[in-house]
């Protein structure tokens, strides 16, 4: 108990800490296996190592919907064939097949047959569920990052809707929130202050851009973007070696883990080569660019024992969840009673946290995908073991009601009766039209789609010269030179920003500016016309 004592007592900020709790919570495996596979198609090649390498294949982001559980692939190296999966909640055994999600037509890069104009995806590290039950995920749309980090494509957002599995919005980012090394990793949605005649198309969301550090915001709203930084946001080179068990791995990367209390207004920020854990409110990310000469607010919360990736709040109470890498353990603080507690130790289970989820459509649950991405990282992996883990700690979380509030959201049977590894139940369904349908007309879903790629509108002219998407990538990109700045950093070929907070620079001094839509007679959404709210099923470009 004196180790744990130690342990909670790294928020060293912070006075008069409780050392509450032993880890005595069960901890539930949901999910396991030794590598990830994937249902081919029989014509796919998966000997060819380029195209498929599962030992190259790490899960860094976990979502947890009604009937299946997704998983982001982020293409961290060559032979990642899909890059957002999905696997039914009621499957048993270990290593699950995964399914490409959609379909394999949204994976084109795997087989480099892929154009940035497509409905598609290229790497996507993070993923979220909103309260209209529609997946957002947010694709970086870089390649082999942790080698040769090419930019394949310029970053976006696609919105899925869960119950037909079409494309319902598509979100470019302008060339004035993207850096030509930027990584955008982890994505929150901010539905506080939403309408519900808005389905869920007037949120804001927070965006972690961890090479070039900065959070960027998009109003979905008003269909505006800008972006923000601060010397919190950037890599301590004093951190930039991390250990977990006898495995030591040097990473420098900048902010990367993302939380928010919707009930404070707060989102908690981390990078990972650093000990200790920031906040910004939501105002202030929300007020735009940063005025010449003005800082964002950015306090510090606490110090950690040690880096790490994964954060989560408790949708209720302020409960922080967080999980140091050296610990192999998650803990949890709230900042409000300063009450700690040790969740769940195991240092075969819990060696690197990536994501850590607290679903509101999920009871008192707190996820948490871990994986040995050291050893991936290191290339020193054991297929034999279990590498990939998704685990459920049962509660420890208080649910906003929000979903219970929205009866027309519900699953048609108590989702406390879905517990343990049986989830799935074939009532569960949730006929949601996203509009009230006129007088006499019923509700009729059709049978799941096998594909969701609308019919282009783009003129090819306009597109270029309005949009960095187009076969050229990034204008004025000059692809002649190689950018590795994963590797430059790690190997001290970058300098770095000062240890003290005093002397670095104060970014956004000269910040970018609100950047307007496109054509203002409709809601095009950086280019692709949909509206901002379809019927389902009808993902047909306006």
Known sequence: ???????????????GSLCLGDGSHKMEVVKQWNLLNFNFPWDYPASNKEFYNPENIVATGVEIGYDRIFLATPRLFSGVPSTVSSVPRGTNGDSPVLQAYPDWTHHRAATKEYNCSDIGLVSVYRLRIDSCNRLWALDAGVSRSLEDFEVTCPPKILVYDLHTDQVVRRIDFPPEVVRRESLYTNII??????????????????????????????????????????????????????????????LMDGV???????EGGIVYFQPLATDRIFSVTTAALRAGPLPFGKELAVKLVGRKSSQGIGLAVSPRGGTLFYAPFSETAIASWNPRTNEHRILAHDQDKIQFAADLRTPDR???????????????????????????????IDGVITPSGQLAAQSHLRPTVPYETLTGNAYYHPSVVIPVPYKPLPPGQNIALPPPASTSTPVSVFNT??????????????????????????????????????????????????????????????????????????????????
């Open 1 to 15: 108990m004196r180790h744990w004592c130690l342990f909670v007592a790294l928020w060293s900020l912070l006075a």
């Open 189 to 250: 949605v901010d539905e506080t202050g939403t309408r519900p005649e808005n389905n869920c198309d007037d949120v804001f969301v927070y965006i972690s851009d961890t090479v070039a550090p900065g959070i960027v915001v998009y109003d979905s709203g008003k269909d505006l973007t800008w972006r923000v930084s601060h010397p919190a946001m950037y890599p301590d080179p004093d951190f930039a070696e991390s250990s977990i068990l006898e495995h030591r791995f040097t």
């Open 256 to 262: 990367v883990g993302l939380a928010f209390d919707m």
């Open 362 to 392: 999920d009871g008192t649950a707190l996820y948490v995908l871990t994986s040995k991405f050291h050893r991936f990282f290191l290339k020193n992996l054991d297929a034999n073991e279990f590498n990939t883990r998704i685990l459920r």
């Open 461 to 542: 002219q306009n597109l270029l010269s309005k949009s960095p998407l187009g076969t050229g990538g990034f204008p004025g990109l000059d692809k002649a030179k190689t950018s590795y700045p994963f590797f430059s950093l790690n190997n001290g070929e970058k300098s770095f920003p000062s240890s003290s907070f005093s002397s670095r620079p104060s970014y956004g001094a000269s910040g970018p500016i609100f950047v307007p839509k496109i054509n203002h007679n409709f809601n095009d959404l950086n280019v692709l016309r949909y509206r901002k709210s379809l019927p389902v099923n009808q993902t047909i470009p306006h």
